[in-house]
């Protein structure tokens, strides 16, 4: 009785009122406001306090990140080959700029301080220019949102300066250079 016209036409119909009031968009953005200053892992916020382990079983907080240096760049591995040529492009063009400035690869995948060593090392990462952080409770994980490609820039008075995917480095030079 229906037609493939008809049915193609029952069948737009019915995936157009799964739209809802998307089908309309107001324009207006619907995320909440961030507040300057309150904590949190957005720009302008306070970066939210930590403590992890890093490779060496030492204990790192965001103090301790931040102590003597212009702020802290905070990286999400999962020792993958798009993760590999991040970090390798950070160690070649970024890292060698800015001494005055931490980084920190985030391990999110090992499940002990052991296994995340093992895998810095086997990745070529043990030692270097880097310092591993474990997160095997996903503490900085769920903190700043992260996941692979992550990047957080904090600066020495602990406000999250950048919280994106790293690209081509870019954005992560020029917020750093504008560090205070």
Request: aromatic share 8%; net charge negative; proline share 3%.
């Amino acid at each position: 009785m229906f037609s493939c016209k008809s049915a193609a036409l029952l069948l737009f119909l019915v995936g157009l009122t799964a739209c809802g009031d998307n089908m309309f968009p107001s324009g207006t953005d619907k995320r909440p406001v961030i507040q300057s200053g309150s904590s949190g892992s957005s720009v302008t916020q306070k970066a939210p306090d930590f403590s992890v382990s890093d490779t060496n079983y030492a204990t790192v907080t965001l103090a301790s990140s931040l102590s003597g240096k212009k702020g802290a760049v905070i990286y999400f591995t999962m020792w993958c080959p798009v993760c590999d040529s991040h970090m390798s492009s950070m160690r070649t063009s970024i890292i060698p700029s800015f001494s005055d400035v931490n980084f920190f690869l985030v391990d999110y995948l090992s499940g002990s301080v052991a296994e995340s060593a093992a895998s810095a090392s086997a990745n070529g990462y043990a030692g270097g220019v880097f310092t591993t952080l474990v997160d095997i409770n996903h503490t900085l994980t769920s903190n700043f949102n992260g996941t692979m490609g992550t990047t957080v820039v904090v600066d020495s008075a602990g406000i999250v300066r950048m919280n994106e995917d790293y690209r081509d480095g870019t954005n992560l030079r020029t917020i750093l250079t504008a560090l205070p």
